[in-house]
């Protein structure tokens, strides 16, 4: 078995201490390193493992299969089932080859062994690769196996797996590495799909016919897939800012450039959400306050409720979901509701521009210092101050982050957040305005595997004008 070994680079927000190195590498290992099924050794050594950790107690008497729950279960929440077989499916198929209370010399049993690699064949194989297959191997019968504490399955991953060799493209012009478009263009975005014709991608043998494919899966998907954990309902948010705006919205978000600056917004965030889950996903001040002016600006917010809306009920599934499993600690649960009561703010203040309702002088009051209110927040949800080393854990708070997310043939494909851009915006309602705010830059590049680079590696190419270009898409919007 070829192992990636570049993978156990710390990245994300793994890089601030050499304790959370060290974690990273860890938990990279327990969710990378495959008993196959295909080998018999390979399943033998995984049955101990299984009953020693079914079996097993820590000094205080707790079982460990306890205590990996608990490691696994939150992680569920947050991003998903393992994509591989594991500790409960393993331990269920041994109690019927082996007994319920085997001795662990029947796991020599060949008969008894070949038993149970038959019965785990029949459950599902992974749906995402993440390992080394050589064309000529059948990708099930190389990838099927045990992690202690497999990678999530993630819809992204799929459809990038959905649209890569040997799905698409030829031996002789294999379409090697996926584009971030290809996530959008399968969940419905007709844009996507036509920067990605412009790009030439579908000139990859069976480009087109995948992606029909996987756009249908897709559109069959219900509200209960789209929310069944944190990862999947951030995805379910960005549904509505790619969508197309009908006349009911300002004339400037009808444009073409605003339809680029959304997919933009939507790739960016899409970005930060693989940076955060970059372990666990298989393959991301302003003076606060009023007075001395009787009239508050009149400042606007970007009314998409539906994308507020969707925000509003992540947040309030993440409080709820870590309050039922005990670890939702005071700090957390304050932020968590200032985030909840500025959604429901952003969400209702949208609604009243559309339907072109009074706004209250509160209400602009509260716009006004929306920029202190986002500081403020980013302060507080920050780490403890600094650790051993003294650095300051805010450094993991700036704007720019950076996340691999496919890996190729000697290539990795990452998606980078950089610094914010000014976005001018003239105002629908009389007397006209120009509005100044924020926007995402957003950049997709590729780097040999032993580059895979971290936060400080971006940040530093940023810095010293070393970053590479933004999508050409981008031109139409932002003026270099």
């Not at 050594?45 to 490691?71: K, Y």
């Not at 393993?90 to 038993?115: C, E, M, R």
């Not at 899966?217 to 309902?233: F, H, I, M, P, R």
């Amino acid at each position: 078995m070829i192992e990636d070994y570049s993978q156990y680079i710390p990245r994300g927000h793994y890089t601030l201490s050499p304790d959370l190195e060290a974690y990273f590498k860890t938990m990279m290992w327990y969710g990378r390193l495959t008993y196959r099924l295909k080998d018999s050794f390979e399943t033998q050594r995984a049955l101990l493992l299984t009953q020693a950790v079914r079996t097993a107690s820590s000094t205080n008497g707790t079982p460990a299969l306890t205590l990996w729950h608990e490691i696994y279960d939150p992680t569920v929440f947050i991003v998903g089932k393992a994509d591989d077989l594991g500790i409960d499916e393993y331990g269920k198929i041994s109690d019927v080859a082996f007994g319920a209370n085997p001795d662990l010399k029947s796991f020599s049993d060949t008969t008894k062994v070949q038993s149970f690699i038959d019965t785990a064949k029949k459950l599902p194989a992974p749906q995402v690769n993440s390992m080394w297959v050589w064309i000529w191997q059948d990708r099930n019968d190389v990838t099927q196996g045990f992690r202690f504490m497999g990678q999530r399955f993630t819809l992204d991953e799929y459809v990038f797996g959905q649209l890569m060799w040997r799905k698409v493209g030829t031996q002789d012009q294999p379409r090697m590495l996926p584009k971030a478009l290809d996530f959008f263009a399968a969940n419905g975005s007709d844009l996507s799909l036509n920067l990605l014709d412009d790009m030439g991608e579908n000139k990859y043998k069976n480009y087109d016919t995948q992606m029909t494919n996987v756009k249908s899966e897709v559109a069959k998907l219900g509200t209960d897939s789209w929310t069944q954990n944190l990862y999947w309902s951030w995805l379910y948010a960005l549904q509505p800012i790619t969508a197309v705006k009908g006349t009911q919205y300002p004339i400037f978000m009808q444009t073409d450039a605003w339809k680029k600056k959304d997919l933009q917004t939507a790739l960016g965030s899409w970005t930060e959400l693989k940076h955060d889950t970059i372990l666990y996903s298989k393959q991301v001040m302003a003076e606060m306050g009023g007075g001395g002016v009787e009239e508050p600006p009149k400042g606007y917010v970007e009314p998409n409720p539906e994308a507020y809306a969707r925000l509003l009920a992540l947040a309030q599934m993440t409080r709820s979901g870590l309050e039922s499993r005990s670890i939702l600690g005071d700090t957390t649960k304050g932020n968590l509701d200032n985030l909840i009561d500025e959604l429901t703010f952003l969400t209702d203040i949208s609604q009243k521009e559309l339907n072109n309702q009074t706004i209250s002088s509160d209400d602009y009051w509260r716009i006004q210092y929306y920029g202190g209110w986002l500081e403020a927040l980013t302060i507080a949800s920050a780490d403890s101050p600094s650790d051993n080393q003294g650095r300051n854990y805010l450094e993991d708070q700036k704007s720019a982050v950076v996340a691999d997310v496919a890996t190729g043939d000697g290539a990795v494909l990452e998606e980078g957040v950089g610094y914010p851009t000014l976005i001018y915006v003239v105002t629908p309602n009389q007397p006209y305005q120009v509005a100044v705010g924020a926007v995402y830059t957003y950049y997709e590049f590729t780097v040999t595997p032993d580059k895979r680079m971290t936060d400080d590696d971006w940040r530093n190419l940023l810095v010293t004008s070393g970053a590479p270009a933004q999508p050409d898409w981008t031109s139409t919007f932002i003026v270099p």
